[in-house]
């Protein structure tokens, strides 16, 4: 999963420094500016294409595993497990609101 990102990279670097040399010299159209945060965030932000596959696998196996061996008392702590997810994405929406409001006062 590494090459594919520094070939990316490579490419996107390539792009931004030609077009910054054609352009005039600006704060905004400074390649510096974009090498450092906008690329380097896109990139990083593409991990996700390759792992997320993986996850959804991972987790429907593990599921078909758990059943397996231990059969339907599995269903308990898939129960527990779910609800434990379902409160942190409660209390992650919740404080999201807090926060925003927090920044407006």
Known sequence: LDRPRVILFSFLTNIVVDKASK??????????NLLGNDIIRSVEAL????????????????????????????????????????????LSTLTKKAEESNLKS
């Open 23 to 32: 352009s005039p010299a600006t704060a905004a159209s400074n390649p510096a």
């Open 47 to 90: 991990k996700w294409c390759g792992m997320l596959p993986s996850a959804v696998g991972g987790i429907g196996g593990g599921v078909v595993m758990l059943l397996a061996t231990l059969g339907w008392p599995a269903l308990i702590g898939l129960s527990c497990c779910f609800a434990v997810m379902g409160m942190n994405v409660w």
